[in-house]
């Protein structure tokens, strides 16, 4: 739950931006568009899998850029 409490000299925008910076660092609107659709295990399971090989080639490549393949 992200909470901003208003100091007394901060004006509305201030206070605004600050909790909107909060929700995102907290993942709050991530997990709410999450939420929205239903999704089955296996596409979860799916779309973990993608995103570890993709992390794994960008490894890769910047390892062979840096050894100089």
């Known amino acids: 739950m ?5 100091r007394d ?5 201030n206070a605004l ?3 909107k910076r909060k929700c995102e660092k907290v993942g709050i609107l991530s997990e709410i568009k999450k939420r929205q659709h ?6 979860i399971r799916k779309k973990k899998a993608l995103a ?3 992390k794994m080639l960008k ?9 100089g393949e």
């Open 2 to 6: 992200a909470i901003v409490y208003v």
């Open 9 to 13: 000299d901060e004006s509305f925008e």
């Open 17 to 19: 931006k600050r909790f």
């Open 38 to 43: 239903f999704e089955k295990p296996s596409e």
């Open 52 to 54: 570890a090989r993709k």
């Open 59 to 67: 490894k890769l490549r910047i390892e062979r850029r840096l050894n």
